[in-house]
Nanobody
Framework: QVQLVESGGGLVQAGGSLRLSCAAS????????MGWFRQFPGKEREFVAA????????HYADSVKGRFTISRDNAQNTVYLQMNSLKPEDTAEYYC????????????????WGQGTQVTVSS
């Protein structure tokens, strides 16, 4: 069992940056690939980024490539999403997720979900 708690969301102006954090419980954190998803009002959750269990591979949605960076610290049981050059269209609820293997994250089929954190980008 893995429990995930996101933090770091908030309000930022367009062009600004935010860093989301996801703290995981459980001693098996390093076994899991981790990822971030987002959900726009009235839409289904969509994949944003994923990272393999050891950080050796990362994957991004085309819409965030070059602007967002996913990373993890297995010693701290934490995964991060650094978001730069934010746009109003990035406004969404952002969710952390865990799964095995990383392809499960990329294909929108993780095992565990966090509760979400709201990111709002003003124009």
């Amino acid at each position: 069992q893995v429990q995930l708690v996101e933090s770091g969301g908030g309000l930022v102006q367009a062009g600004g940056s935010l860093r989301l954090s996801c703290a995981a419980s459980g001693r098996t954190f390093s076994s899991y690939a981790m990822g971030w998803f987002r959900q726009f009002p009235g839409k289904e959750r969509e994949f944003v980024a994923a990272i393999s269990w050891n950080g050796g591979s990362t994957h991004y949605a085309d819409s965030v490539k070059g602007r967002f960076t996913i990373s993890r610290d297995n010693a701290q049981n934490t995964v991060y999403l650094q978001m730069n050059s934010l746009k109003p269209e990035d406004t969404a609820e952002y969710y952390c997720a865990a799964g095995i293997p990383v392809q499960a994250i990329v294909e929108n089929a993780p095992t565990y979900w966090g509760q979400g954190t709201q990111v709002t980008v003003s124009s």
